[in-house]
């Protein structure tokens, strides 16, 4: 059974910083691009990031970009989102996804997304 599973997710104080899991089960995770996303209270699924499998590419949003890292250790079968710099505004529930195998190139698109994990909160608080 293809599943996924973040972790790392915590309470963190601003400018503190957090990194994020996703593990994969039941699938090799390197034949995937893997995209992070999140979602705060009452607002939309956001993509973040994500790395492509073919040729390690990676994309970021602008909200995250020079504070966050994604990565992936496919001998692990997981990828990471190192996050550094938090803000308050980074609190959300932080999700990953495998991105649907008729798309090249990864993006920050949810509904470009098969497969996703339960996902994990993340709270940048004082």
């Known amino acids: 059974q293809l599943q996924l599973v973040e972790s790392g997710g915590g309470l963190v104080q601003p400018g503190g910083s957090l990194r994020l899991s996703c593990a994969a089960s039941?699938?090799?995770?390197?034949?995937?691009?893997i995209g992070w996303f999140r979602q705060a209270p009452g607002k939309e699924r956001e993509g973040i990031s994500c790395?492509?499998?073919?040729?390690?590419?990676?994309y970021y949003a602008d909200a995250v970009k020079g504070r966050f890292t994604i990565s992936r250790n496919d001998a692990k079968n997981t990828v990471y989102l190192q996050m550094n710099s938090l803000k308050p505004d980074d609190t959300a529930v932080y999700f990953c996804?495998?991105?649907?195998?008729?798309?090249?190139?990864?993006?920050?698109?949810?509904?470009?997304?098969?497969?996703w994990g339960q996902g994990t909160q993340v709270t940048v608080s004082s």
């Open positions: 996804a495998t991105l649907g195998i008729t798309y090249y190139f990864c993006s920050g698109q949810p509904d470009e997304y098969d497969y």
């Open positions: 039941g699938f090799t995770l390197d034949y995937y691009s």
């Open positions: 790395i492509n499998s073919s040729d390690g590419s990676t």
